[in-house]
């Protein structure tokens, strides 16, 4: 259904009067006539009915114009909404660990683009110890990391998590069977940076099943491990999803260890007061529930319920 000629319905129904509505839209009286005339065709019922005092709606010319009252005011609405956001302006600062950079910053990126075409977007990829440091000093105004931060002047959202998983080039020798986490006593684990979220809990696990000084090499930087990886350096901890193409072309394969580290966290974190930088936070929500969608349960599971902002 044409919104133009819906627009035209609401003004004559207003108006009472073809010739008023013409001169309101800045048309012909025949161009009124022939735009209600297809309206009626289309719903299949008579909208007006037409005497020497003017026109008048029939019965089923008042419904109709509830519904499309209401369909005016939704544009109108939407309208306003996308004016109000291309018009934004100014720069936010938004600080992301490196697994937000190789698996949804590029679509999030792309949407505020087209949404905030005025404002500058200014990207810094850290470790999330880091970044929860500058965005405390208010160096950013929002970051994507692995941690809840909790302080008067922070708020957080956890937005996903990503399964872990031992992966291994197939080729290596690492790439056997293995009983449990304590038959990777003597193998070269790779991992996130020291002390952060994930390195202390993979740490903590392995320390559990009796691996007391586990040969940790932490890195921190999702190509440098997917490197060391393919060369056969060691066994790395990270999601699956960091590196599924190459575990698709079968580079890579995932280690068959019932134990698995905790899963890796998405956190949302950005600093109260910032203008308009919740409807970033509501972007990134958007952005992450398509994206796993797209990847699936295996990859990503979203925080529930992934409350909106």
């Known amino acids: 259904m044409n919104l133009k000629f819906l627009e035209t319905f609401v003004w004559v129904a207003r108006l009472k009067s073809f010739r008023l509505t013409a001169d309101k839209l800045f048309t012909t009286q ?17 909208l007006f009915l037409r005497d020497s005092r003017g026109v008048s709606l029939t019965p089923e010319g008042l419904k109709v114009l509830d519904y499309a009252e209401q369909m005016m005011d939704t544009m109108q609405a939407l309208k306003q909404s996308i004016e109000t956001r291309s018009s934004k302006a100014g720069r936010v600062r938004i600080g992301v660990m490196d697994t937000v950079i190789h698996t949804w910053l590029s679509p999030l990126v792309a949407q505020m683009t087209d949404l905030y075409p005025l404002v500058e977007i200014e990207l810094v990829a850290d470790t999330s110890l880091n970044l929860c440091d ?7 105004d929002l970051i994507l990391q692995t941690d809840l931060m909790r302080q ?7 937005l996903a998590s990503h399964p872990m998983g031992w992966i291994a080039a197939s080729n290596s020798l690492y790439n056997r069977e293995y009983s449990g986490i304590a038959d990777l006593a003597n193998e070269r684990i790779i991992t996130y940076s020291k002390n952060s979220h994930p390195h202390q809990e993979v740490l903590a696990l392995m ?11 932490c890195v921190n930087s999702v190509s440098a491990i997917t490197r060391l990886l393919r060369d056969g350096f060691g066994i790395g901890a990270l999601p699956p999803v960091l590196v599924a193409e190459e575990l698709a072309r079968g580079e890579l394969t995932l280690l068959d260890i019932d134990q698995r580290p905790p899963d890796l966290q998405v956190v949302v974190s950005w600093r109260v007061g910032v203008e308009w930088v919740e409807e970033i936070v509501a972007l990134c929500q958007q952005v992450l529930e398509e994206y796993a969608q797209k990847v699936g349960e295996h990859y ?10």
């Open 152 to 158: 008067e002047s922070v708020r957080s959202l956890e």
């Open 207 to 217: 320390q559990a099943n009796g691996v007391l000084a586990p040969r940790l090499n």
């Open 300 to 309: 990503i599971v979203l925080s529930k319920p992934l409350a909106r902002i």
């Open 134 to 140: 500058q965005l405390q000093k208010g160096f950013l």
């Open 30 to 46: 025949a161009s009124i006539s022939s735009r209600i005339a297809v309206l009626e065709s289309e719903l299949g019922v008579k």
